[in-house]
Protein backbone atom coordinates (compact mmCIF):
# COMPACT_ATOMS: atom_id res chain seq x y z
CA UNK A 1 0.00 0.00 0.00
CA UNK A 2 1.15 3.39 -0.73
CA UNK A 3 1.23 6.14 1.39
CA UNK A 4 -0.90 8.54 -0.74
CA UNK A 5 -3.81 5.44 -0.09
CA UNK A 6 -2.91 4.78 3.41
CA UNK A 7 -3.59 8.62 3.43
CA UNK A 8 -7.11 8.20 1.35
CA UNK A 9 -8.03 5.62 4.14
CA UNK A 10 -7.54 7.45 7.03
CA UNK A 11 -4.40 6.52 8.42
CA UNK A 12 -2.83 9.63 9.47
CA UNK A 13 0.60 8.11 10.21
CA UNK A 14 1.26 5.64 7.25
CA UNK A 15 4.78 4.40 9.15
CA UNK A 16 3.52 3.75 12.70
CA UNK A 17 1.66 -0.33 13.63
CA UNK A 18 -1.61 0.34 15.24
CA UNK A 19 0.04 -0.07 18.50
CA UNK A 20 2.07 3.29 18.38
CA UNK A 21 -0.82 5.76 17.26
CA UNK A 22 -3.00 4.60 20.02
CA UNK A 23 0.13 5.06 21.96
CA UNK A 24 0.08 8.35 20.58
CA UNK A 25 -2.83 9.42 20.96
CA UNK A 26 -3.51 8.43 24.76
CA UNK A 27 0.12 10.63 25.08
CA UNK A 28 -1.54 13.81 23.38
CA UNK A 29 -4.69 13.39 25.11
CA UNK A 30 -3.25 12.99 28.57
CA UNK A 31 -1.42 16.43 27.89
CA UNK A 32 -5.09 18.07 26.53
CA UNK A 33 -6.48 16.73 29.92
CA UNK A 34 -3.12 17.78 32.00
CA UNK A 35 -3.57 21.52 30.44
CA UNK A 36 -7.15 21.71 31.04
CA UNK A 37 -6.56 20.72 34.70
CA UNK A 38 -3.89 22.80 35.25
CA UNK A 39 -5.94 25.91 34.19
CA UNK A 40 -9.05 24.70 35.86
CA UNK A 41 -6.29 25.02 39.17
CA UNK A 42 -5.29 28.31 37.62
CA UNK A 43 -8.59 29.45 37.85
CA UNK A 44 -9.64 27.93 40.67
CA UNK A 45 -6.79 29.64 42.64
CA UNK A 46 -7.81 33.53 40.75
CA UNK A 47 -11.33 32.93 41.66
CA UNK A 48 -10.32 32.32 45.19
CA UNK A 49 -8.29 34.92 45.89
CA UNK A 50 -9.68 37.34 47.78
CA UNK A 51 -7.00 40.44 47.74
CA UNK A 52 -6.79 39.77 43.90
CA UNK A 53 -10.46 40.02 43.40
CA UNK A 54 -10.54 43.14 45.57
CA UNK A 55 -8.30 44.93 43.64
CA UNK A 56 -10.08 44.01 40.52
CA UNK A 57 -13.16 44.97 41.81
CA UNK A 58 -11.23 48.61 42.89
CA UNK A 59 -9.68 49.06 40.22
CA UNK A 60 -12.98 48.39 37.74
CA UNK A 61 -15.09 50.59 39.86
CA UNK A 62 -12.50 53.06 40.64
CA UNK A 63 -14.96 56.31 39.57
CA UNK A 64 -18.28 54.93 41.01
CA UNK A 65 -16.21 54.39 44.28
CA UNK A 66 -15.00 58.46 44.61
CA UNK A 67 -18.47 59.86 43.74
CA UNK A 68 -19.82 57.44 46.70
CA UNK A 69 -17.24 58.56 49.05
CA UNK A 70 -17.59 62.24 48.08
CA UNK A 71 -21.15 62.20 48.61
CA UNK A 72 -20.84 60.00 51.78
CA UNK A 73 -18.24 62.54 52.75
CA UNK A 74 -20.69 65.33 52.41
CA UNK A 75 -23.61 64.20 53.85
CA UNK A 76 -21.25 63.31 57.12
CA UNK A 77 -19.99 67.22 57.08
CA UNK A 78 -23.80 68.09 56.34
CA UNK A 79 -24.84 66.06 59.30
CA UNK A 80 -21.94 67.58 61.79
CA UNK A 81 -23.19 71.13 60.51
CA UNK A 82 -26.62 70.65 61.46
CA UNK A 83 -26.39 68.97 64.70
CA UNK A 84 -24.12 71.77 65.96
CA UNK A 85 -26.55 74.58 64.46
CA UNK A 86 -29.09 72.29 66.04
CA UNK A 87 -26.93 72.34 69.64
CA UNK A 88 -26.96 75.89 69.36
CA UNK A 89 -30.90 76.36 67.99
CA UNK A 90 -31.63 74.07 71.49
CA UNK A 91 -29.29 76.57 73.90
CA UNK A 92 -31.00 79.79 72.08
CA UNK A 93 -34.30 78.04 72.91
CA UNK A 94 -33.55 76.96 76.14
CA UNK A 95 -32.78 80.79 77.42
CA UNK A 96 -35.49 81.89 75.91
CA UNK A 97 -37.64 79.33 77.93
CA UNK A 98 -36.14 80.33 80.95
CA UNK A 99 -36.73 83.71 80.64
CA UNK A 100 -39.87 83.22 79.69
CA UNK A 101 -40.50 81.35 82.77
CA UNK A 102 -38.75 83.80 85.35
CA UNK A 103 -41.42 86.52 83.42
CA UNK A 104 -44.17 84.01 84.13
CA UNK A 105 -43.06 83.84 87.81
CA UNK A 106 -42.50 86.92 88.70
CA UNK A 107 -45.89 88.13 87.45
CA UNK A 108 -47.78 85.16 88.91
CA UNK A 109 -45.93 83.80 91.81
CA UNK A 110 -48.88 81.57 92.56
CA UNK A 111 -48.70 79.42 89.50
CA UNK A 112 -44.78 78.74 89.79
CA UNK A 113 -44.82 74.84 88.64
CA UNK A 114 -48.08 74.08 86.06
CA UNK A 115 -49.34 76.04 83.23
CA UNK A 116 -52.67 74.22 83.15
CA UNK A 117 -54.19 77.47 84.93
CA UNK A 118 -53.79 79.18 81.78
CA UNK A 119 -56.30 76.17 79.82
CA UNK A 120 -60.23 77.05 80.89
CA UNK A 121 -61.55 75.27 83.16
CA UNK A 122 -64.08 73.79 80.46
CA UNK A 123 -61.13 72.85 77.94
CA UNK A 124 -59.20 70.77 80.66
CA UNK A 125 -62.43 68.72 81.44
CA UNK A 126 -62.97 67.92 77.83
CA UNK A 127 -59.01 66.84 77.69
CA UNK A 128 -59.30 64.54 80.25
CA UNK A 129 -62.90 63.04 79.01
CA UNK A 130 -61.67 62.53 75.43
CA UNK A 131 -58.24 60.63 77.12
CA UNK A 132 -60.60 58.43 79.47
CA UNK A 133 -62.57 57.89 76.47
CA UNK A 134 -59.70 56.84 74.17
CA UNK A 135 -58.14 54.91 77.38
CA UNK A 136 -61.21 52.27 77.52
CA UNK A 137 -62.33 52.25 73.93
CA UNK A 138 -58.12 50.94 73.21
CA UNK A 139 -59.08 48.35 76.60
CA UNK A 140 -61.96 47.06 75.08
CA UNK A 141 -60.11 46.61 71.56
CA UNK A 142 -57.17 44.90 73.23
CA UNK A 143 -59.10 42.63 75.65
CA UNK A 144 -61.92 41.81 72.73
CA UNK A 145 -58.79 41.24 70.00
CA UNK A 146 -56.96 38.65 72.53
CA UNK A 147 -59.90 36.84 73.43
CA UNK A 148 -60.56 35.80 69.50
CA UNK A 149 -56.33 35.03 69.62
CA UNK A 150 -56.59 32.88 71.94
CA UNK A 151 -59.13 30.60 72.26
CA UNK A 152 -60.66 29.26 75.93
CA UNK A 153 -59.44 25.58 76.78
CA UNK A 154 -62.58 23.57 76.18
CA UNK A 155 -64.27 22.73 80.12
CA UNK A 156 -63.40 19.37 81.66
CA UNK A 157 -66.10 17.17 82.46
CA UNK A 158 -69.08 18.57 80.63
CA UNK A 159 -69.96 17.24 76.98
CA UNK A 160 -72.60 19.69 75.81
CA UNK A 161 -73.76 20.90 79.00
CA UNK A 162 -73.72 17.57 80.47
CA UNK A 163 -72.20 16.05 82.55
CA UNK A 164 -69.97 12.92 81.51
CA UNK A 165 -70.17 9.47 82.87
Known amino acids: MSEQEMREEGHITPRMSGREQVGRTADRLRDELLLTLEELERRRTRAL ?3 RQLRRILGENREVLRKVGGVALGLL ?11 HRRKRRLWARRRTALRRVWEHPERVASLSKERPLPVELGHKLVLIFATALATALAKNAAERLVPLPPRRGLRGGVPSA
Open 49 to 51: DVP
Open 77 to 87: VLGVGYSRWEA
